[in-house]
C-alpha cells in the first residue's frame, strides 16, 4: 500500500484530512506533536498517532497539514531525512511560493488547495447544503501544482488531493504562482474583504432603521442574482438601468484608480505570502 505521513493529524484540518482517508487504499501514520491535538483525533476518528520518526519511516507521501507560518520550518525539519523520490505536499501555496521549501530535488513539492463549494450548485440534501467549508458532503472542486518532481508524482498526489478533500468534482491543474494569486490574494485579499464589507453595509442598514431579518434577506437574495449575472451563470439576466447607473456612480467612491494592480502585481502576491508566512510582530 502506498504510506502517508500525515503530519499536524491532530489540528482541525488534520482531523478532517484523516477522515476522508479512512478507508481509503492508502495506509496512514497519523503524526501529531500536542496532547490535545492526538486526544482530538482519537475521539474524532479512534486513530492513534505515531512518533515523527515511525511516521516518516517508508513514507511514499507526507501531508503538511500545519499551519503557513510553521510549513517552513516543519519542511527544514524532515525534508532532510526523507527517502529519496518522497512527495511533499503542502495544503497552501504561501509556503512554497514565498520561498519557504528546502532545496532539495530528489524529493517532490506538490501544492493543493480546495475551492471550497460553489454558491451555484446541485445539491438537493440539506445537510450537504449546510457544509459549506466542504470536504465531507458537499461536492467541491480542487486545484494543484507539480512545483518540482516526476510526472507520475502529479498523478499520485492528485490522487491523495481528491480523496482528502472529497467528493471533488473538477481538479485544476496550475502553477504555484497561480494558486498563490489565487490565494491569498484573489479569494482572501479580495473575497474576503468584501465580504465582510457587505456584512458591514447590511449592518449599517440596520443602524438605520432597517428591519434585521429584511436586510439580510434583502442583501443575500440580491447577491444571489447578481454574482449569477456577473459571473455569467444567468446569461438572459442583465442588470437594470437603474442597477447600472448605480455602479457607476459608486465605484470611484469605493474603489480607487489601480487597486487590481495593487493587488495582483506579482511583487503584491509575494509580499503577501511572505507575510502570511511570517507574520509582522504585533506592537504592544
Same mark, same amino acid.
Given at each position: 500500500?502506498?504510506?502517508?505521513?500525515?503530519?499536524?493529524?491532530?489540528?482541525?484540518?488534520?482531523?478532517?484530512?484523516?477522515?476522508?482517508?479512512?478507508?481509503?487504499?492508502?495506509?496512514?501514520?497519523?503524526?501529531?506533536?500536542?496532547?490535545?491535538?492526538?486526544?482530538?483525533?482519537?475521539?474524532?476518528?479512534?486513530?492513534?498517532?505515531?512518533?515523527?520518526?515511525?511516521?516518516?519511516?517508508?513514507?511514499?507521501?507526507?501531508?503538511?497539514?500545519?499551519?503557513?507560518?510553521?510549513?517552513?520550518?516543519?519542511?527544514?525539519?524532515?525534508?532532510?531525512?526523507?527517502?529519496?523520490?518522497?512527495?511533499?505536499?503542502?495544503?497552501?501555496?504561501?509556503?512554497?511560493?514565498?520561498?519557504?521549501?528546502?532545496?532539495?530535488?530528489?524529493?517532490?513539492?506538490?501544492?493543493?488547495?480546495?475551492?471550497?463549494?460553489?454558491?451555484?450548485?446541485?445539491?438537493?440534501?440539506?445537510?450537504?447544503?449546510?457544509?459549506?467549508?466542504?470536504?465531507?458532503? %458537499?461536492?467541491?472542486?480542487? +486545484?494543484? #501544482?507539480?512545483?518540482?518532481?516526476?510526472?507520475?508524482?502529479?498523478? &499520485?498526489?492528485? *490522487?491523495? /488531493?481528491?480523496?482528502?478533500?472529497?467528493?471533488?468534482?473538477?481538479?485544476?491543474?496550475?502553477?504555484?504562482?497561480?494558486?498563490?494569486?489565487?490565494?491569498?490574494?484573489?479569494?482572501?485579499?479580495?473575497?474576503?474583504?468584501?465580504?465582510?464589507?457587505?456584512?458591514?453595509?447590511?449592518?449599517? %442598514?440596520?443602524?438605520?432603521? +432597517?428591519? #434585521?431579518?429584511?436586510?439580510?434577506?434583502?442583501?443575500?437574495?440580491? &447577491?444571489?442574482? *447578481?454574482? /449569477?449575472?456577473?459571473?455569467?451563470?444567468?446569461?438572459?439576466?442583465?442588470?437594470?438601468?437603474?442597477?447600472?447607473?448605480?455602479?457607476?456612480?459608486?465605484?470611484?467612491?469605493?474603489?480607487?484608480?489601480?487597486?487590481?494592480?495593487?493587488?495582483?502585481?506579482?511583487?503584491?502576491?509575494?509580499?503577501?505570502?511572505?507575510?502570511?508566512?511570517?507574520?509582522?510582530?504585533?506592537?504592544?
Amino acid at each position: 500500500m502506498t504510506k502517508i505521513a500525515l503530519l499536524g493529524a491532530g489540528g482541525k484540518m488534520g482531523v478532517r484530512l484523516s477522515r476522508n482517508l479512512t478507508g481509503s487504499r492508502f495506509d496512514v501514520a497519523h503524526v501529531e506533536v500536542s496532547e490535545e491535538g492526538r486526544q482530538r483525533l482519537r475521539d474524532a476518528s479512534g486513530h492513534e498517532c505515531v512518533e515523527l520518526g515511525q511516521g516518516l519511516s517508508r513514507a511514499d507521501v507526507v501531508v503538511l497539514a500545519v499551519p503557513d507560518r510553521a510549513i517552513g520550518k516543519v519542511a527544514h525539519q524532515i525534508v532532510p531525512d526523507l527517502d529519496p523520490g518522497t512527495a511533499v505536499m503542502v495544503l497552501d501555496a504561501a509556503a512554497p511560493y514565498a520561498g519557504e521549501m528546502p532545496e532539495r530535488d530528489d524529493v517532490t513539492y506538490f501544492v493543493t488547495h480546495p475551492c471550497h463549494p460553489p454558491i451555484f450548485n446541485d445539491e438537493t440534501d440539506l445537510e450537504a447544503k449546510k457544509d459549506y467549508f466542504g470536504g465531507v458532503l %458537499a461536492k467541491q472542486h480542487i +486545484v494543484c #501544482a507539480l512545483m518540482q518532481g516526476p510526472e507520475e508524482h502529479y498523478v &499520485l498526489c492528485e *490522487e491523495v /488531493a481528491r480523496t482528502i478533500y472529497a467528493p471533488v468534482m473538477r481538479s485544476h491543474r496550475c502553477t504555484v504562482e497561480a494558486i498563490a494569486i489565487m490565494e491569498p490574494a484573489l479569494s482572501e485579499t479580495i473575497g474576503a474583504t468584501m465580504a465582510l464589507a457587505l456584512r458591514e453595509a447590511t449592518d449599517e %442598514a440596520i443602524r438605520r432603521g +432597517v428591519p #434585521a431579518d429584511a436586510a439580510r434577506d434583502f442583501m443575500l437574495g440580491h &447577491l444571489n442574482i *447578481e454574482l /449569477a449575472i456577473a459571473f455569467g451563470i444567468f446569461p438572459e439576466g442583465k442588470f437594470s438601468d437603474g442597477a447600472l447607473h448605480a455602479i457607476e456612480a459608486a465605484r470611484p467612491k469605493i474603489f480607487r484608480d489601480g487597486w487590481l494592480d495593487s493587488i495582483f502585481a506579482p511583487e503584491a502576491v509575494l509580499a503577501s505570502v511572505k507575510e502570511i508566512c511570517n507574520p509582522p510582530k504585533k506592537v504592544a
